[in-house]
């Protein structure tokens, strides 16, 4: 129904608040897959990301950080993780893009403040630099593993055992990279996939189960080189 209310034409001159909320809610809705046209593995469409691209960026025009500091946090954070997805365009652009709006996001939403939402944002911050191309590749892995951390302290801390075990997965990827990893960060990598796999055991997630094994395989057969 958001995608059929968005056709609805609104003035933003007449009704900026409402035609704002309605972009965000699209735009939202397009790069988590919610909007209708998922691809295979669930992840959003590349249609789907390039409008929700579009939405959000015309959203923000509207957004005034001073005034309205957690919309455009959000708007921000959602679009780091959209860029972050991009398959269209240069990757390494759409990369740096996602760090910029997570970076952004950030500056609004502290773990003190809003601990949710500081998580997701640093979340896809940490994201990024793991698959970051520009740069120092020591430098990009060493924060993303700082911000994993940082992460898992928190999930432990509130009982987030699910989301605890997924930054664990994301620890294991940034010590497993091909292209970065030394032999002391490659023997890290099954340490936290163990961790997960065990967490996510407990919590009966077949699906994340099997994801923990092949990746102990492939960290196995790596290191027997």
Known sequence: HLRQASEEEID??????????????LGEQLITGDAAR?????????????????VLQAALTFVNPQRQPER????????AYAYRWRVNGDRSDNLEQAIDHAE?????????????????????????????????????????????????????????RSHWAGTQMDLGRTYANDNRATRGELEKAPVA?????????????????????????????????
């Open 104 to 160: 952004q996001a950030l500056t609004v939403y502290t773990r003190e403040d809003f601990p949710e939402f500081w998580a997701v944002a640093l979340d896809h911050l940490a994201d990024a630099l793991r698959l970051r191309l520009h740069g120092n590749p020591e430098v990009n892995a060493g924060t993303a593993i700082a911000h994993y951390q940082s992460l898992a302290d928190f999930y432990a801390e509130v009982g987030d």
């Open 38 to 54: 998922p691809d295979v593995e669930g992840r959003p469409g590349v249609d789907d990301i390039e409008e929700g691209i579009s």
């Open 12 to 25: 933003p001159s007449e009704d900026t608040d409402n035609w704002v909320r309605q972009r965000i809610d």
């Open 193 to 225: 996939y163990e961790l997960a796999l065990a967490e996510y055991e407990r919590l009966g997630d077949a699906e994340h189960v099997a994801e923990a094994h092949a990746n102990l395989l492939s960290v196995g057969t790596a290191l027997m080189w």
């Open 72 to 79: 455009w946090a959000s708007v921000h954070s959602s679009l």
